[in-house]
């Protein structure tokens, strides 16, 4: 990955923040919380954002509500105290937050619209997800609707309004159906992004503010390249 396409605590795209949450544009490459490879991830780096924005001395609260992919961008939530957080988590938990996000695919898929379910195993050695069209023993059952919402000059683009939350389920799912998404070479797409990112992009979100319990919508453009350049 390229460092100077990583956010930092000087170029996060922020989307929306209020005294409980914060919302982010994740770019690609960045990494939610932190992991085996110690790279800074950007629950860290929004913490040093709110720290420089308010003077905030000593340490800044900041809780993980979901994550999303390393090579996949789009919508991430964080909660800023520790009384949204458990609420943020129970509303992802209960899919309670609608989430839709946008993939490209070289194929298209044989029907212009229509509801996947699979069984999803997952392997941890490899870090991947096998979708099964019969339930299999470990396996978790995955849902998502897409359709077709663009033809571009090589690929499709898809909506995609995901209902379960497994992991690498719309992935492995538009995998299964002979649809792997641009750039992912772990789910079978021929050639890699020079960036090393997938052109998965969480578009969309809306949920039921925890605190003032109103509704939030967001919506997230994706990053700029020429092909997602393309789609909007």
């Known amino acids: 990955m390229k460092n100077n396409k990583h956010s930092t605590s000087k170029n996060l795209q922020v989307i929306y923040e209020d005294n409980h ?29 709110i720290k420089e924005k308010y003077n905030k001395p000593g340490n800044v609260y900041l809780g993980v509500a979901h994550r999303l992919d390393r090579p996949t961008s789009g919508i991430v939530v964080f909660a800023k105290t520790s009384k ?84 690498h389920q719309i992935r492995s799912q538009l995998t299964a159906i002979g649809c792997p998404i641009k750039g992912d070479l772990k789910y079978g797409f021929d050639r890699s992004n020079k960036d ?16 003032k319990k109103e509704m939030l919508e967001f919506v997230a453009p994706p990053p700029h390249d020429s092909v997602w350049n393309a789609c909007c």
């Open 21 to 49: 949450l914060i919302v982010i544009n994740k770019r690609p490459g960045d990494i939610v919380q932190g992991d085996k490879t110690g790279d800074l991830p950007l629950s860290e780096i929004v913490k040093q954002y």
């Open 84 to 167: 949204a957080l458990p609420r943020l988590n129970k509303l992802f938990a209960e899919k309670a937050a609608k989430k839709t996000y946008w993939a490209v695919v070289k194929n298209m898929p044989e029907k212009q619209e229509d509801t996947l379910t699979h069984w999803m195993k997952r392997n941890p050695k490899q870090n991947k997800s096998y979708a099964n069209k019969k339930e299999v023993p470990d396996s978790k059952k995955a849902i998502l609707d897409y359709k077709v919402i663009k033809k571009l000059d090589n690929f499709y683009l898809l909506e995609v309004d995901l209902k379960t939350g497994r992991h």
């Open 196 to 211: 090393g990112s997938i052109h998965l992009h969480a578009r969309s979100l809306s949920f039921v503010h925890p605190v």
